[in-house]
């Protein structure tokens, strides 16, 4: 979820959680002279939001997890001023918005028209022009969802994506090196612990990273020797680590190795080894015992049982690391072919 200044390839919410959230002047914004960005107007409510405790009625735990990641017991590992920034901001997200579709997001923040449509970047004259020949904006987010053309005359494919997503889609941007590895395992591990604390709450109880390239290795260590004792209060962390499944896809391997319609697994993974479609599956992957009459019959097994083992996971999240930069739009053509994937 980024629009400008995060991220071309993905127009969402965004969310640049940085060491800190730039001031205002609260005269200029209020008499219009600066208009807010969705990320500086989310900054606010996050700043409240902690200032009065992370209070939430429905899940409190939530209250006490981020108190302990911002300060745990003792000496040793401690996140980021980014890596808690963001945390805060997506269980912001999560309970205080109930997590929002984007587009949601943005009418909430900007409910008049006119902001509503310099906030999606659909300032340019000949645009706002559309905006009265298609009745209103109504209409002009219909066009762009539906005519191509128009769309590829704009530069409006990223929004179009963010309109058209029928699940909610976030990105946080944090500067090279801040630890956006160690924050997905911070965003996986509170959604669990939540879980096991909230039996019938709306929390993940599966993960699906995406590594960047060939480092899945590299990726599973980090989050394999993340200390989440120093991101969990202790009657938290225990029932997590004994839950957790820390697991990756091998070379050669023809299932994903978790057990159907389990829970608490993190599977770490990339593009290249998640997109099930039997054009993938090499020669060598099959074994020695198929004719070459059965090689296609067996590819589209092979396929099946991937796409059977994922989507057996209930409530499974997916995250990827370091796309902005690691995989830039190659990314947004792999991820599309694993969203067809879901139809076949």
């Known amino acids: 979820m980024v629009p400008d200044g995060v991220s071309s390839s993905k127009r969402a919410v965004e969310c640049t959680p940085l060491s800190g959230y730039n001031v205002l002047n609260p005269?200029?914004?209020?008499?219009?002279?600066?208009?807010?960005?969705?990320?500086?107007?989310?900054?606010?409510?996050?700043?409240?939001?902690?200032?009065?405790?992370y209070p939430c009625e429905d899940y409190p735990s939530i209250g006490e997890i981020l108190h302990w990641a911002n300060n745990p017991d003792g000496e040793g590992f401690r996140l980021r001023i980014p890596q808690i920034r963001?945390?805060?901001?997506?269980?912001y997200l999560r309970l205080c918005e109930e997590t929002p579709h984007t587009f949601k997001l943005y009418q909430k923040f900007y409910p008049k028209g006119t902001e509503l449509l310099d906030?999606?970047?659909?300032?340019?004259?000949?645009?706002?022009?559309?905006?009265?020949?298609?009745?209103?904006?109504?209409g002009i987010i219909a066009k762009i969802k539906s005519d191509n053309e128009f769309a590829r005359k704009f530069r409006l494919?990223?929004?179009?994506?963010?309109?058209?997503?029928?699940?909610?889609?976030?990105?946080?941007?944090?500067?090279?090196?801040?630890g956006k590895t160690v924050l997905i395992g911070s965003i996986f591990a509170t959604e669990f612990a939540m879980a096991l604390e909230y039996l019938d709450g709306p929390f993940v109880q599966n993960a699906l990273v995406f590594a960047p390239g060939k480092t899945i290795i590299e990726s599973l260590r980090q989050l394999a020797e993340t200390p989440y004792?120093?991101?969990?209060?202790?009657?938290?962390?225990?029932?997590?680590?004994?839950?957790?499944?820390?697991?990756?896809?091998?070379?050669?391997?023809?299932?994903?190795?978790?057990?159907?319609g389990s829970?608490?697994?993190?599977?770490?993974?990339?593009?290249?080894?998640?997109?099930?479609?039997?054009?993938?599956?090499?020669?060598s992957d099959l074994g020695p015992l198929f004719t070459p009459e059965k090689e296609e019959e067996a590819k589209s097994e092979i396929a099946n049982l991937r796409l059977q083992a994922i989507a057996s996971l209930p409530n499974l999240a997916v995250f990827s690391d370091e796309a902005h930069h690691t995989y830039g739009q190659s990314l947004d053509t792999e991820l599309k072919k694993v969203e067809a994937t879901d139809g076949k």
């Open 119 to 138: 906030a999606l970047g659909l300032d340019r004259p000949e645009i706002k022009d559309s905006v009265i020949d298609e009745g209103g904006i109504e």
């Open 27 to 53: 005269v200029l914004v209020a008499t219009g002279i600066i208009n807010m960005n969705l990320y500086e107007k989310l900054a606010q409510k996050v700043n409240q939001w902690r200032s009065e405790g």
């Open 157 to 178: 494919e990223a929004l179009r994506e963010t309109l058209t997503l029928a699940y909610p889609s976030y990105i946080f941007a944090l500067a090279m090196g801040a």
């Open 229 to 260: 004792n120093r991101i969990l209060p202790p009657r938290l962390y225990k029932p997590f680590s004994a839950s957790v499944k820390l697991t990756f896809t091998r070379d050669g391997e023809t299932k994903i190795p978790v057990i159907s």
């Open 263 to 283: 829970y608490y697994n993190v599977i770490v993974t990339n593009t290249e080894k998640i997109r099930i479609q039997k054009e993938t599956i090499r020669k």
């Open 86 to 91: 963001a945390l805060e901001t997506y269980w």
